[in-house]
Protein backbone atom coordinates (compact mmCIF):
# COMPACT_ATOMS: atom_id res chain seq x y z
CA UNK A 1 0.00 0.00 0.00
CA UNK A 2 1.24 3.58 -0.88
CA UNK A 3 2.49 5.49 2.13
CA UNK A 4 -1.20 7.64 1.91
CA UNK A 5 -1.90 10.08 4.70
CA UNK A 6 -2.55 7.66 8.01
CA UNK A 7 -4.04 8.04 11.25
CA UNK A 8 -1.96 6.78 14.22
CA UNK A 9 -4.99 3.79 14.29
CA UNK A 10 -4.83 3.29 10.31
CA UNK A 11 -0.96 2.96 10.42
CA UNK A 12 -0.99 0.80 13.72
CA UNK A 13 -3.71 -1.67 11.61
CA UNK A 14 -1.94 -1.54 8.43
CA UNK A 15 1.66 -2.86 10.00
CA UNK A 16 -1.00 -5.87 11.73
CA UNK A 17 -2.70 -6.27 8.36
CA UNK A 18 1.02 -6.69 6.90
CA UNK A 19 2.40 -8.74 9.07
CA UNK A 20 -0.64 -11.13 9.07
CA UNK A 21 -0.27 -11.65 5.43
CA UNK A 22 3.33 -12.20 5.90
CA UNK A 23 3.22 -15.02 8.29
CA UNK A 24 1.38 -18.38 7.59
CA UNK A 25 -1.18 -17.83 10.29
CA UNK A 26 -5.01 -17.17 9.55
CA UNK A 27 -6.71 -14.22 10.66
CA UNK A 28 -8.07 -15.30 13.26
CA UNK A 29 -4.93 -17.41 14.98
CA UNK A 30 -2.95 -13.87 14.14
CA UNK A 31 -5.57 -11.99 16.09
CA UNK A 32 -5.16 -14.30 19.35
CA UNK A 33 -1.20 -14.90 19.50
CA UNK A 34 -1.18 -11.04 18.79
CA UNK A 35 -4.16 -10.24 21.64
CA UNK A 36 -6.23 -8.10 18.90
CA UNK A 37 -9.81 -8.33 17.67
CA UNK A 38 -9.81 -9.96 14.31
CA UNK A 39 -13.46 -8.13 13.58
CA UNK A 40 -11.14 -4.77 13.47
CA UNK A 41 -8.60 -6.41 11.44
CA UNK A 42 -11.20 -6.93 9.04
CA UNK A 43 -12.66 -3.53 9.69
CA UNK A 44 -9.21 -1.66 8.79
CA UNK A 45 -8.42 -4.20 6.22
CA UNK A 46 -11.73 -3.06 4.63
CA UNK A 47 -10.78 1.07 5.21
CA UNK A 48 -7.56 1.05 4.47
CA UNK A 49 -8.47 -0.88 0.82
CA UNK A 50 -11.15 1.26 -0.23
CA UNK A 51 -8.77 4.53 0.77
CA UNK A 52 -6.09 3.10 -1.35
CA UNK A 53 -8.53 2.54 -4.54
CA UNK A 54 -9.94 5.75 -4.10
CA UNK A 55 -8.75 8.24 -6.59
CA UNK A 56 -6.81 11.29 -5.22
CA UNK A 57 -8.29 14.92 -5.76
CA UNK A 58 -6.29 16.76 -8.12
CA UNK A 59 -5.73 20.71 -7.96
CA UNK A 60 -4.38 21.40 -11.00
CA UNK A 61 -6.30 22.85 -14.06
CA UNK A 62 -4.95 23.13 -17.82
CA UNK A 63 -5.07 26.65 -19.38
CA UNK A 64 -7.14 26.93 -22.27
CA UNK A 65 -5.64 28.96 -24.92
CA UNK A 66 -8.27 29.63 -27.33
CA UNK A 67 -11.82 27.28 -27.93
CA UNK A 68 -13.12 26.60 -31.01
CA UNK A 69 -16.81 28.49 -31.44
CA UNK A 70 -20.00 27.03 -30.65
CA UNK A 71 -17.83 23.61 -28.72
CA UNK A 72 -18.90 22.60 -25.35
CA UNK A 73 -15.92 22.13 -22.95
CA UNK A 74 -15.80 18.60 -21.61
CA UNK A 75 -14.45 18.26 -18.12
CA UNK A 76 -13.83 14.64 -16.31
CA UNK A 77 -12.84 14.67 -12.67
CA UNK A 78 -10.57 12.23 -11.52
CA UNK A 79 -13.96 10.54 -9.81
CA UNK A 80 -15.40 9.97 -13.13
CA UNK A 81 -17.88 12.56 -13.33
CA UNK A 82 -18.41 14.22 -16.59
CA UNK A 83 -19.34 17.63 -16.92
CA UNK A 84 -20.49 19.33 -20.64
CA UNK A 85 -20.01 23.26 -19.99
CA UNK A 86 -21.19 25.38 -23.42
CA UNK A 87 -18.36 27.56 -24.84
CA UNK A 88 -20.56 31.11 -24.56
CA UNK A 89 -20.04 30.14 -20.42
CA UNK A 90 -16.87 30.40 -20.56
CA UNK A 91 -16.28 33.91 -18.93
CA UNK A 92 -18.65 32.74 -16.19
CA UNK A 93 -16.56 29.34 -15.31
CA UNK A 94 -13.25 31.02 -15.37
CA UNK A 95 -15.21 33.74 -13.24
CA UNK A 96 -15.76 30.38 -10.68
CA UNK A 97 -12.80 28.84 -10.90
CA UNK A 98 -10.84 31.93 -10.21
CA UNK A 99 -12.16 31.82 -6.51
CA UNK A 100 -10.70 28.37 -6.01
Known sequence: MKNLELT??????LNHIEAQHQSSMSKKIYCE???????????????????????AASSSFVALKSIPALQPINLVLPTGIKIEIP?????????????I
Open 33 to 55: QNNINAHQLCYYQRLLKQKQDKP
Open 8 to 13: KKQKFW
Open 87 to 99: SSQIGFIKEILSH
